[in-house]
T-cell receptor, first 113, second 116 residues
Framework: AQSVTQPDIHITVSEGASLELRCNYSYGATPYLFWYVQSPGQGLQLLLKYFSGDTLVQGIKGFEAEFKRSQSSFNLRKPSVHWSDAAEYFCAVGAIYGNKLVFGAGTILRVKS | GAVVSQHPSWVICKSGTSVKIECRSLDFQATTMFWYRQFPKQSLMLMATSNEGSKATYEQGVEKDKFLINHASLTLSTLTVTSAHPEDSSFYIC????????????FGPGTRLTVL
């Protein structure tokens, strides 16, 4: 069965500092991987996705993620965090068939000035 | 881009009443929509897959008779919480598949349900 682990429940970074949010997945075949961001009381916005090809994926708002098959990881990074990045971030894995998504528990990002 | 709307954005109801939540794809047709439930400070849990013109497929543990799903058109799916109780209070989010080689899911803004 598919599963996603986000080990960090909360992360606090200073504005302007770099950010890395961790995501590990378990899936028997080639995974389709996603990162979403959710602001309080809002729906989810897709930051980036990985289907195949280049393992370094660029997304919106200056985010990127790297797929590492050997580590079953898909960590999200940003070189310089802005206060507006404070939100909750979800990693998700999907199958080719069925299109169901399994979400991680989420990581709440706090940005201090 | 693809836009999904939900209505209402929030609703408060008395225990025992039924509540209908609408999910619409505004600028594309979606043969498949998903309904998720999110408890405070928790992740999204898939409740059911809604397919246009056919019965919804429910995830294990989700009561079909309590959470009625109707996908009557390519742009509209509805979730009805029947005989709602306080434990049904939650944030309900829908998503719609956009089509293509891998159907990307576009998410609605969510509906906050509070049952008194």
């Amino acid at each position: 069965a598919q599963s996603v682990t986000q080990p960090d429940i909360h992360i606090t970074v200073s504005e302007g500092a770099s950010l890395e949010l961790r995501c590990n997945y378990s899936y028997g075949a080639t995974p389709y991987l996603f990162w979403y961001v959710q602001s309080p009381g809002q729906g989810l916005q897709l930051l980036l996705k990985y289907f195949s090809g280049d393992t370094l994926v660029q997304g919106i708002k200056g985010f990127e993620a790297e797929f590492k098959r050997s580590q079953s990881s898909f960590n999200l990074r940003k070189p310089s965090v802005h206060w507006s990045d404070a939100a909750e971030y979800f990693c998700a894995v999907g199958a080719i068939y069925g299109n169901k998504l399994v979400f991680g528990a989420g990581t709440i990002l706090r940005v201090k000035s | 881009g693809a836009v999904v709307s939900q209505h209402p954005s929030w609703v408060i109801c008395k225990s025992g009443t039924s509540v209908k939540i609408e999910c619409r794809s505004l600028d594309f047709q979606a043969t498949t929509m998903f309904w998720y439930r999110q408890f405070p400070k928790q992740s999204l849990m898939l409740m059911a897959t809604s397919n246009e013109g056919s019965k919804a497929t429910y995830e294990q543990g989700v009561e079909k008779d309590k959470f009625l799903i109707n996908h009557a058109s390519l742009t509209l799916s509805t979730l009805t919480v029947t005989s709602a109780h306080p434990e049904d209070s939650s944030f309900y989010i829908c998503s719609a598949l956009s089509g293509g080689a891998f159907n990307e899911q576009f998410f609605g803004p969510g509906t906050r349900l509070t049952v008194l």
